[in-house]
């Protein structure tokens, strides 16, 4: 079974530039997360799909930040402009609909802001 | 305030000994507590997964506990081997709707020869 999968692996821009990642989930998966890991902290929760339709961006910086889930299957994360504090590995994953399912992790991508 | 709360922060065993990781947690009503693995530079992979009625579930030399009544989880690692260095990661799953998950922020644990 294929993981998921993200890219870039690595991206360094320039404050002020706008950068967007890619996500493909495991086959099947209904759910889809986009978190942020802060080096040194656990992960934050940016925003969550079921299916295309979104259930959970109360910690999207909505002003910068946007995601979208067309057709249910793939996703894009887009930071507009980037800061500095906006320096993390973003790691995407998807899961089967259900309480006591998998969240299964891409590799994320590594974003530095300089 | 974090609602997992994880200790240590981080620590240093020497290869072949034993450690145990803590979570405490906040998250009420819980469906399940899942402990992470998570080497450098990959995405965290789940170890060990337990209900509100499950004491203890082992993968390999991982064993983890819960405490459903004080709100509290154990990792332990037996043996420990090189590979064993990464952080673990505590995330408990709540019972909305979605089943948000909440993270811990994680126990670096550094294996030396």
């Known amino acids: 079974e294929a993981g998921v999968a993200q890219s870039p692996r690595y991206k360094i821009i320039e404050k002020r530039q706008s950068v967007a990642f890619w996500c493909n989930p495991i086959?099947?998966?209904?759910?889809l997360y986009w978190y942020q890991q802060i080096l040194g902290q656990g992960p934050k929760l940016l925003i969550q799909?079921?299916?295309?339709?979104?259930?959970?961006d109360s910690q999207l910086p909505k002003d910068r930040f946007s995601a979208e889930r067309l057709k249910g299957v793939d996703s894009t994360l887009k930071i507009q402009p980037a800061k500095l504090e906006d320096s993390a590995v973003y790691l995407c994953?998807?899961?089967?609909?259900?309480?006591?399912?998998?969240?299964?992790f891409g590799q994320g991508t590594r974003l530095t802001v300089v | 305030k974090n609602q997992v709360e994880q200790s240590p922060q981080s620590l240093i065993i020497l290869e072949g000994k034993n450690c145990t990781l803590q979570?405490?947690?906040?998250?009420?009503?819980?469906?399940?507590l899942r402990w992470y693995k998570q080497d450098t530079g990959r995405g965290p992979v789940s170890l060990t997964i337990?209900?509100?009625?499950?004491n203890t579930k082992s993968n390999g030399r991982y064993t983890a506990t819960l405490d459903a009544d004080t709100k509290q989880s154990s990792l332990h690692i037996t043996a420990s081997q090189l590979s064993d260095s990464a952080s673990y990661i505590c995330?408990?799953?709540?019972?909305?709707?979605?089943?948000?998950?909440?993270f811990g922020a994680g126990t670096q644990v550094v294996v030396t020869p």
């Open positions: 799909f079921q299916n295309n339709g979104v259930v959970d």
């Open positions: 995330v408990v799953r709540g019972t909305d709707s979605w089943g948000k998950l909440q």
């Open positions: 337990m209900t509100f009625s499950e």
């Open positions: 994953a998807s899961s089967q609909t259900g309480v006591n399912t998998e969240a299964f």
């Open positions: 979570c405490n947690y906040t998250v009420s009503p819980f469906s399940n």
């Open positions: 086959s099947g998966h209904a759910t």
